[in-house]
């Protein structure tokens, strides 16, 4: 071999050196954003569960105030009935003079 093709044979080594260089600064750089984004989706996913678990308590209060209307007819229909029932006792108690 001669200088010329030593040289050459390097120029080709530098080469492919600066090229897996290239290489392996991309890839880092890959892994670098791919460690990002796994770290947002972790983030994302905590987030998700934080929102669920906010959902399910606002689901239980909604519940509540729906049922709440309920409850008032409820109790309104029993002292109505009670009322009724008292009267028609203060009635038949009348009647029979007591």
Do not use: C, F
């Not at 105030?65 to 009267?87: F, Q």
């Amino acid at each position: 071999m001669d200088n010329e093709e030593i040289a050459r044979e390097h120029q080709m080594i530098l080469d492919l050196a600066k090229s897996n260089k290239r290489r392996i600064d991309n890839m880092e750089e890959e892994q670098k954003e791919l460690r990002n984004l796994t770290n947002a989706v972790a983030q994302m996913v905590t987030e998700q569960k934080n929102m669920r678990d906010d959902l399910a308590e606002m689901k239980i209060d909604v519940k509540q105030i729906k049922e709440k209307p309920a409850k008032r007819w409820d109790s309104l229909g029993e002292k109505v009935l009670n009322l009724i029932t008292a009267a028609i006792v203060a009635y038949m108690l009348a009647q029979i003079g007591l």
